[in-house]
């Protein structure tokens, strides 16, 4: 798989991307995505590593895309497919990942799961990140998977925490009373709240908190589970 397309800079000027699966010759720049998009005070040893990247490429190369632009890679998603039957008793990242290495992938589960979606901040207001989460959408139905799930981090949170629940916090990102990085993004993915996953992942800005956001597959008809 590889996409053409072009993204606008903040000049206005338009500029080729292309997205791909990544490989291991891209692993060290991958590492360096995930440095940049995430640093302190989000964890360190949370990063990707390299025995990571191999069990991602090994086990499901379609859910492993990377972006390029300039000519080097400036951005990633990666994801599994699940059966949440199987989760939905203890939904956290370590657990439902497989602490990131995916060794639980199964492919006749009916999920993909979004275990991670970044993009180094100086190419964040090109879109490249909807558009990588636009092939990951092309993928669910070339698959025919019911939908792409994924918790996504509430970065504003730990500044309204004292005020009110995190479902409060989602609530209010979704009535335009406040804006959250994160949130806000998937929301202009066309992505759905559908719930909160407390104790999620060690991150001091969202409290340990996650908001549940799903794209359901349009072309998979029937009753749903």
């Known amino acids: 798989m590889r996409k053409r397309l072009y993204v606008f800079r903040e000049d206005g ?16 720049a991958l590492i360096e995505v995930q440095r940049q998009s995430f640093p302190p005070p989000y964890p360190e040893e949370l990063w990707w590593n390299v025995d990571q990247l191999r069990e991602h490429i090994g086990r499901f190369p379609e859910g492993a895309l990377c972006a390029e632009m300039d000519g080097q890679i400036i951005g990633s998603m990666t994801g ?5 039957a199987d989760y939905e008793h203890a939904h956290s990242w370590e657990t439902v990942t497989d602490s990131g290495y995916i060794r639980n992938h199964n492919r006749f589960g009916d999920t993909l ?13 090109t879109g ?10 092309e993928t669910v139905v ?5 939908r792409l799930l994924g918790a996504g981090r509430m970065p504003g949170y730990h500044l ?9 916090y989602v609530q209010s990102v979704m009535s335009g009373e406040r804006r959250d990085p994160v949130i806000s993004f ?11 996953a407390s104790h999620y992942l060690d991150d001091e800005e969202s409290c340990g908190n996650a908001v549940l956001m799903e794209w ?3 072309f998979v008809y029937g009753e749903q589970p």
């Open 142 to 146: 070339a698959l025919k998977l019911r």
């Open 186 to 196: 998937l929301l202009r993915c066309g992505r759905t709240p559908v719930g909160i």
């Open 13 to 28: 000027k338009p500029a080729e991307a292309i997205i791909r699966r990544y490989n291991e010759e891209d692993f060290e």
């Open 113 to 125: 799961y979004v275990a991670d979606i970044c993009v180094v901040p100086a190419y964040r207001k």
């Open 80 to 84: 599994l497919i699940v059966d949440m």
């Open 216 to 218: 359901a597959n349009p």
């Open 160 to 168: 309204a925490a004292g005020q009110m629940t995190p479902e409060q």
């Open 128 to 137: 490249i990140g909807k558009w990588l989460m636009q092939t990951m959408y």
